[in-house]
């Protein structure tokens, strides 16, 4: 909203510095800024507000040091998390931008499905919440939406090189990389970026060229179910690791900071041409997304580090892991989200293994047998007597070291 209206002063009338706004850079400063305010200040009001309504955690007594302790903690502290990013991208970002509209609208569908799942268990004393069915069709219609938008909006194009004679009907570009003149256009492309294969890019419709001639016309069905794998994944994930005292919290601000790195080169042209990574036209515009982004899950860190004051749950915890899904998504930067989110997919891992191998033993020895104490795995950890502080560090380290990791395997020229 502010950055129309000083598009406008600045458009009308000579202020000084009013420019500023213009700089995508200053809003993401500035949006970082405003989220961080909104957590720190008006979450200390919330978290007062759920004490004062008795909206209390809930917990199953599972043998862990310190466990019930928590009992009572104030938890929908998610919906703090949701305002952090909510009004500083309201405020500063391009509101008719395709790309901020999918990141409000996965922020807010995931929002209050959680919501929903925290109000059961809260208010209705109902301990399993929504219906593990019912919050799968909601992630699996987000992701729908997700993809039919990727796939058939106009605005939504990459940048690729082409020589003549050019195969799409749309405008030409004409720019010299380096010594040498590139043509361009800005296309409707299934690609996306894949370390390590050729020009690190790859098209989902060549994963049905075996089908022969026409295999482009099933692109959609490919990458309607990679959309679907990944939003449902990463979205669970952050909703298991949430487990211990600044985890979730803590992990996701480090893949925001990421994102936004990677949504920044990716919507810089000269930046993007240079480091040889996919241009993506106007998605620079989701970096002010990414800093409200980041701004919030710090800003809530100061509540839900060890010792907890308050906890994010479901209406956080879905929300921030689909938002690093969709995200990732949409800067075609998917396929990098098992090495980005490796915290989310170890936790993930765990939990299908113990079950897994839980179930055939059990079937096949008449005993269920178990591979960790307890899953997923930072409850095993606690099992073995570690600290949750030293547990949450150590799996920061390792989120850093996988962020690292994603940035510099993009491949330099």
């Given at each position: ?5 000083f ?11 009013i420019?500023v ?26 978290i007062?507000?759920?004490r004062?309504k ?9 043998g ?32 008719d ?7 409000l609208?996965?922020?807010i ?20 919440g ?17 993809g ?16 003549l ?27 996306t ?24 016309h099933?692109?959609?069905l ?50 993007a ?19 409200a982004f ?19 749950g ?26 980005l989110?490796?915290?989310?997919l ?5 939990v ?5 191998w ?10 269920g047998?178990?591979i960790?104490?307890m ?26 070291f ?12």
């Amino acid at each position: 909203m502010l950055y129309y209206l000083f598009s406008y002063l600045s458009k009308n009338y000579s202020i000084p510095g009013i420019g500023v706004f213009q700089y995508i850079t200053f809003r993401m400063a500035m949006a970082v800024i405003v989220s961080l305010l909104v957590t720190t200040v008006y979450g200390r009001r919330l978290i007062d507000y759920l004490r004062f309504k008795q909206v209390g955690e809930t917990v199953r007594n599972l043998g862990l040091e310190g466990q019930m302790q928590k009992s009572g903690t104030p938890t929908m502290g998610g919906i703090i998390i949701i305002l952090g990013i909510l009004i500083p991208t309201l405020l500063f970002a391009k509101l008719d931008n395709i790309y901020i509209i999918m990141m409000l609208v996965t922020t807010i569908w995931l929002g209050l499905i959680g919501f929903l799942d925290d109000y059961i268990k809260v208010f209705k004393k109902n301990k399993e919440g929504l219906a593990g069915k019912f919050k799968i069709t909601g992630q699996v219609g987000l992701a729908l939406i997700i993809g039919w938008t990727m796939y058939f909006h106009t605005n939504i194009t990459i940048r690729q090189e082409v020589k003549l004679p050019v195969k799409y009907d749309v405008p030409v570009d004409f720019h010299m990389r380096g010594d040498k003149q590139v043509l361009t256009q800005d296309v409707k492309s299934t690609k996306t970026t894949m370390p390590f294969y050729k020009n690190n890019e790859f098209d989902y419709a060549k994963v049905l060229k075996f089908l022969g001639k026409g295999y482009e016309h099933y692109a959609l069905l490919v990458f309607m179910l990679f959309v679907i794998v990944i939003i449902t994944a990463v979205s669970n994930g952050a909703n298991i690791t949430d487990g211990i005292d600044g985890l979730a919290t803590g992990t996701s601000a480090i893949i925001g900071l990421t994102l936004a790195i990677l949504a920044y080169v990716s919507g810089n042209t000269m930046i993007a041409d240079y480091l040889n990574i996919m241009y993506i036209p106007n998605s620079g515009e989701l970096v002010i997304f990414a800093g409200a982004f980041v701004g919030a899950c710090v800003g809530f860190l100061w509540y839900n580090s060890y010792p907890a004051q308050v906890f994010m749950g479901d209406t956080g915890s879905l929300a921030i892991g689909g938002i690093i899904a969709v995200f990732a998504i949409i800067i075609r930067k998917e396929l990098l989200v098992p090495v980005l989110c490796g915290v989310f997919l170890v936790e993930n891992v765990s939990v299908m293994m113990q079950v897994g191998w839980f179930k055939y033993t059990k079937k096949r020895f008449g005993e269920g047998r178990r591979i960790f104490l307890m899953a997923p795995l930072h409850h095993h950890y606690q099992k073995k007597g570690f600290h949750e502080s030293k547990i949450v560090t150590r799996f920061w380290i390792i989120c850093i070291f996988l962020a690292i990791i994603t940035v510099i395997t993009l491949k330099l020229r």
